[in-house]
């Protein structure tokens, strides 16, 4: 037996009373490997979060009026949300001061499950997860904490200051592709919208909004070049318009070999400049459910470690 399924049989074959203590099944909803939780007020009112690793956290001011809520604050507003009802639990955001920013509504791009607003890096740190996407399962796992020799597992890396106390909280990790290793963000939000005519061109039968990767534009054109018998799509993204998406057919994480993978073109600058400020180093885009739709992933900020078990084909 491995030390991957013991730490899932020890996670998951608890004793009721300390597996309510510690780990706790999230009411959350996969579409296409994108992540939303499900959560309400105590007072009943819904709230539907978009949830992603390597994003912000926020709520469209709708939301805020709607809990009746007034934003404080002076260039930035933001809120803090009540508490949630006992059995739409979800815990509240992490960093921040537990303070979400109210951003307009008209910045909203889609509406599958009309959202509140998105619960990002700030949600997720200092804390461990499992996101099984084999059942589309999110557990928040307390205080169980992972051993750092567990096999399978990538080393997440952190900004952090002068004295190592992290800045930020977008983990960076590596994946190797053709031999090469390359670092990425670890991200569980990375989506595209694609669009009708590359959406007729896939036809694989799955809808034109899901999960997906990201990869430098440099890095993207050298491979399509050099692999033309990769299976690539033109003008595909809406999000991006006009950007590109090539399937990659074989990457390894963590030991683990999945493919295809899709990745969507995106220039240099959004990885190399802007993400790349907030992480512990350069990174090459990011790693999304297009990629880890073939795992089982437990993640811990404490540990700074990501564990993967690879699905069953």
């Keep these: 037996m491995t030390s991957l399924n013991k730490l899932f049989i020890f996670l998951f074959c608890l004793p009721g009373f300390l597996l309510a203590q510690t780990v706790r099944k999230l009411p959350a909803q ?71 920013w109210v951003i307009p509504d008209n910045k909203k791009r889609f509406h599958l499950f009309e959202e509140a607003g998105m619960f990002g890096a700030f949600w997720f740190q200092d804390r461990r997860w499992t996101i099984d996407y084999g059942t589309s399962t999110l557990y928040f796992l307390g ?20 004295a190592g106390a992290r800045t930020t909280n977008f983990p960076s990790f590596e994946v190797t592709i053709g031999g090469e290793n390359y670092p990425m963000l670890f991200d569980t939000g990375a989506m595209t919208l694609i669009k009708k005519a590359a959406h007729q061109t896939l036809d694989d039968g799955r809808p034109a909004f899901r999960a997906t990767s990201f990869l430098v534009a440099s890095l993207f054109d050298k491979w399509h070049t050099e692999h033309p018998d990769w299976q690539y799509i033109a003008n595909a993204d809406s999000i991006v318009d006009g950007e590109a998406m090539l399937a990659v057919p074989e990457v390894t994480i963590a030991g683990h070999t999945v493919g295809p993978v899709w990745f969507t073109r995106r220039a240099d600058k959004n990885f190399h400049e802007y993400m790349s400020q907030w992480m512990d180093r350069k990174v090459e885009g990011a790693i999304g459910g297009s990629a880890f739709r073939y795992f089982r992933i437990t993640l811990s900020y404490p540990e700074a470690l990501a564990v993967f078990e690879k699905l069953a084909d």
């Design 30 to 100: 996969f579409h296409e490997a994108l992540i939303y939780v499900h959560t309400a007020t105590e007072d009943g009112t819904p709230l539907t979060f978009y949830t992603d690793t390597g994003g912000g956290i926020f709520v469209y001011d709708e939301t805020a009026k709607k809990l009746g809520l007034t934003p404080e604050g002076d260039q930035y507003k933001s809120i803090t949300l009540p508490p949630f009802s006992e059995n739409k639990w979800i815990p509240h955001p992490a960093g921040n001061d537990g303070r979400l």
């Design 143 to 162: 205080d169980v904490s992972i051993s750092p020799e567990i096999e399978h597992s990538a080393k997440l890396g952190f900004q952090v200051n002068d």
